[in-house]
């Protein structure tokens, strides 16, 4: 039987697959594959209408699970103008139409007020908890869910730079309005925000469409970044299926430190590492206060807190070939 794998598989997960589902697909091909059971976890839900980067941590990774639910994100995310539904995306019903659509300037003019701290509704079909329910449960027996408002932060927004499928106008032909500027009505348009956690992108497309006197909801969600992973490292399902069937692992996987890339390194000698390994504190450390990824060689050892010259073990990792 081959030893557990530790570090990170990055899915480009398709739409209509949820993120257990995904957690499950790697287990599944890591014991066709014959490996050890591994502990398997992702760094982040995706809903299972969005697609896009999903990190999923393998072995002493999963320790690390928790700072990518912490991290920022990038999303694209295609607004349809002129009908909200109960979901704010394609699942749901519609419950308000309207007729005004908005110019791309009346958009561009609007993303400055979404863009910095700001407060937002999560919507009432989401997995927070209402009096230890769960909201989206409550949402389809058909009961009044309130929700209230949090703080989050939109780092950047803009309109996609690139053309996209879903940006689109509405032709004279349908009767959209004329503007001084001689635009057209957009019916729909594709943004790129980098947000906080905690950030539900549907309810920032219903708030940006009812501040442009509007309605509108979520056609397309993709996420294309997630702490420090990128789309481009991701792989697809079917890449991921390859691994059952003899591509090496090592190929299709991420170490475990790349997910501590923003984090200085500790490089330590084997008398520390060994005490760091017993979850002794290390004193007289000349480097400044932080958080540091603590080393032996090229192997994480901990993740470590510097205050005052003191390093404390944040979280161990017991990775082979590290000093024991």
Known sequence: MKPVPHGWIILDKPRGLGSTQAVGAV???????????????????LDPLAEGVLPIALGEATKLAGRMLDASKIYDFT????????????????????????TLD????????????????????????????????????????ELKKRAVEIFSI??????????????????????SSGQSGLKSITLSAHVSKGTYIRSLARDIARELGTVGHVTYLRRTKAGPFTENQSISLDKLNEI?????????????????????????????????????AL??????SGLYCATLDTVPV??????????????????????K
């Open 27 to 45: 287990k599944r091909v890591l014991r066709e594959r014959g490996y050890a059971k591994t502990k398997v976890g992702h760094g982040g839900t």
């Open 79 to 102: 607004v349809l103008f002129g009908e909200e539904t109960d979901t704010l995306d394609t699942e749901g019903e519609v419950i308000e139409r309207s007729d005004a659509m908005p």
């Open 106 to 145: 009346e958009v561009i003019a609007v993303l400055p007020d979404f863009t910095g701290p700001i407060e937002q509704v999560p919507p009432a079909y989401s997995a927070l908890k209402v009096d230890g329910k769960r909201a989206y449960d409550l949402a389809r027996a058909g009961e009044q869910v």
């Open 158 to 179: 803009s309109a996609h730079p690139e053309p996209v499928e879903g940006l689109s106008f509405i032709s004279e032909a349908q009767g959209s309005p004329s503007t």
């Open 244 to 280: 059952a069937s003899g591509a090496p692992l090592q190929d299709l996987t991420l170490p475990l430190e790349a997910g501590l890339d923003d984090i200085p390194a500790l490089n330590l000698d084997l008398e520390s590492a060994q005490a760091v390994r017993q979850g002794r």
């Open 283 to 288: 004193s007289g450390m000349p480097q400044p």
């Open 302 to 323: 901990a993740l470590m807190e510097i205050e005052d010259g003191t390093a404390k073990v944040v979280r161990g990792f017991n990775l082979p070939d590290v000093a």
